[in-house]
Structures are given as C-alpha cells and as structure tokens.
C-alpha cells in the first residue's frame, strides 16, 4: 500500500497534502466518445433531436462537471480552475462522439480528474439527450491523453 498515496499508516483512506508542493502551471486532456447509431448520429449532427442541442449541452455539462469533480471524487482537492475547454469530433466512421476535454489551473495538484471528469459528464448528456431515440448507446474510452506540471512532469500515452 506505500505506492498509494491516497491511503495513511493504518490503510484507511486520506486525502494527500499537498501543501507543502510548489504552485506550478498544470494542464490534462482527457478523451472519451460515444457510440451510437446511424440514425441517432445524424439527429446529433442536424440539432434534430427534440431535448434540444446535444453538443452545446454536453459543452456546458462537461464544464460543469470539471468545475464540480472534488464534490463528487471522494479524495480530490478541491482545485481552481483558470480554464476547461470541451472538443467534438464527429467521427463519421465509428459513429462516434469523441470528446477532448482540456484543464488547466495554476496550483499544488494537477487536473487531471478534472479532465476525465469533464469528458464523462460531457458523455453523459450526450447519452441523456439520445436515450429515448436509442438505449443502445455505448461510452467508452475514457482516459487521460496527457499531462503537465508538477513535480511528476509530462505523461503522454502512448498508442
């Protein structure tokens, strides 16, 4: 358990202290998409589906959800955002939403769980706004593209 951080002496959970870290510039990207069907991806794609438009709302909902990640990750610091920003690609090929969300605060700890926060939530609405036209919908991909600052420096993933 000594490779974890996120557990104390005794093996019971704890939220790490950062505080005695330097502030640095630290910036994550996430990616996530959602697959659906021909018909869904081109209600998405025309803004015909009754709820409304599906990209913009999962723009706003994936900023929220950045914004909100320390209240709903049971051990993440509660981090200042300066920035989050939210891509879609409508990837014709796969029928598929792909979703890049970027964070970026200057602080103690990075934001990363605020990026993949961002992208899950971002597809949830998606499968939200779609779900009476289709309940088939798949997420899938989620995961953390990159990352900077800090003392653990860069991580890019690899293909």
Same mark, same amino acid.
């Given at each position: ?12 959970? %704890? &939220? ?6 330097? #502030?640095?510039?630290?910036? /994550?990207?996430?990616? !996530?998409?959602?697959? @659906? ?51 879609? %690609? &409508? ?6 939403? #792909?979703?890049?969300?970027? /964070?970026?605060?200057? !602080?103690?700890?990075? @934001? ?48």
């Amino acid at each position: 358990m000594e490779d974890f951080t996120h557990f104390n002496e005794s093996g019971r959970a %704890r &939220m790490v202290d950062v505080s005695a870290k330097a #502030e640095t510039a630290r910036c /994550a990207v996430a990616f !996530g998409r959602v697959l @659906v069907n021909a018909d869904t991806f081109a209600l998405i794609r025309s803004g015909g589906l009754k709820k409304g438009d599906v990209l913009t709302t999962a723009q706003i909902g994936g900023i929220m959800g950045a914004k909100r990640t320390s209240e709903i990750i049971p051990m993440c610091h509660n981090v200042p955002l300066s920035g989050v920003d939210i891509d879609f %690609r &409508m990837n014709e090929d796969d029928l598929a939403v #792909e979703i890049t969300a970027t /964070a970026k605060c200057t !602080g103690q700890t990075g @934001v990363e769980m605020e990026a993949l926060t961002a992208v899950s939530v971002a597809a949830l609405t998606v499968y939200d706004m779609c779900k009476a036209v289709q309940r088939d919908i798949v997420i899938d991909r989620i995961c953390l593209l990159r990352k900077s600052g800090g003392k653990s420096g860069e991580f890019v993933r690899g293909e």
